[in-house]
C-alpha cells in the first residue's frame, strides 16, 4: 500500500525557512516522480512544484509563486523528498501536501497534508 | 499560464439524481499529436486530500465508481455523477496538464451536497 506522511509543519514567521519531509513507502520511490501541492484554509488546490526521478533527470519545476523561494530535493536512500522554504509570507499559509505525480501530470496518490502557518 | 474555470460553484442534488459539473480552460487542452486531452478530475471529501477520478479527460481510475464519468475536448468538460450517493459529498476539482514547462492549474472548485 502506498504511504506518503509528510512532517516538517508548523508556525513561522513571515520571512522564516521551514523544511518539510514526505517519508514514502509502499512502491519503488527512485523510480517516482513527486510533486508538492497545497491548499490554504477553505481553499482551493495550487501545485507548487515537481521533482524527477533521477534516472529520468531534467530541470525541477515550480509554480511561479514559489519559484526562488522554495526548492525541492531527494533523498531516495531514504525514500524521502523535501521542500526546503525560505523567505515565508502569510500567503503561504496552507496544508501542504506530498503526491506522486504520473509522468503526464496527474497527482495520483496523496499524504494527509502537513499545515504551514506564516504569521507574526 | 492556462486559467481553468468550473460552474456552478455549489450544487445540491437529491439522493439517485443526476450531478453535473463543467470545467472550463482558457486555452485548449488537446494534444493534436496524440488527440488526447490533458485534463483530469478529483474529489476531494471533509477533512481528506484529494484523490483522482478521471483523467485524460474520460479515463476512470482504477477504482472508482462507474457512476462517475468525464466528458468533452478542447476547452469545455463535464463530469457526471449519474445517481449522487451520500458518499459523494465532495469538492470537486478540475486539473490541467496540458502545460509545458509543467505548470499544473486547478479548478476552483465545486461543492457537490445532498439536497
Known amino acids: 500500500e502506498v504511504q506518503l506522511v509528510e512532517s516538517g509543519g508548523g508556525l513561522v514567521k513571515p520571512g522564516g525557512s521551514l523544511r518539510l519531509s514526505c517519508a514514502a513507502s509502499g512502491f519503488t520511490f527512485s523510480n517516482a516522480w513527486m510533486s508538492w501541492v497545497r491548499q490554504a484554509p477553505g481553499k482551493g488546490l495550487e501545485w507548487i512544484g515537481r521533482?524527477?526521478?533521477?534516472?529520468?533527470?531534467?530541470?525541477?519545476d515550480y509554480a511561479a509563486p514559489v519559484k526562488g523561494r522554495f526548492t525541492i530535493s531527494r533523498d531516495d536512500s531514504n525514500n524521502t523528498v523535501y521542500m526546503q522554504m525560505n523567505s515565508l509570507k502569510s500567503e503561504d499559509t496552507a496544508v501542504y501536501y506530498c503526491?506522486?505525480?504520473?509522468?503526464?501530470?496527474?497527482?495520483?496518490?496523496w499524504g494527509q497534508g502537513t499545515l504551514v502557518t506564516v504569521s507574526s | 499560464d492556462i486559467v481553468m474555470t468550473q460552474s456552478p460553484d455549489s450544487l445540491a442534488v437529491s439522493l439517485g439524481e443526476r450531478a453535473t459539473i463543467n470545467c472550463k480552460s482558457s486555452q485548449s487542452v488537446l494534444y493534436s499529436s496524440n488527440n488526447k486531452s490533458y485534463l483530469a478530475w478529483y474529489q476531494q471529501k471533509p477533512g481528506q486530500p484529494p484523490k483522482v477520478l478521471i483523467y485524460w479527460a474520460s479515463t476512470r481510475e482504477s477504482g472508482v465508481p462507474d457512476r462517475f464519468s468525464g466528458s468533452g475536448s478542447g476547452t469545455d468538460f463535464t463530469l457526471t455523477i449519474s445517481s449522487l450517493q451520500a458518499e459523494d459529498v465532495a469538492v470537486y476539482y478540475c486539473q490541467q496538464y496540458y502545460s509545458t514547462p509543467p505548470i499544473f492549474t486547478f479548478g476552483p472548485g465545486t461543492k457537490v451536497d445532498i439536497k
Open positions: 503526491t506522486t505525480v504520473r509522468w503526464f501530470g496527474t497527482f495520483d496518490h
Open positions: 521533482i524527477k526521478s533521477k534516472s529520468d533527470g531534467g530541470p525541477t
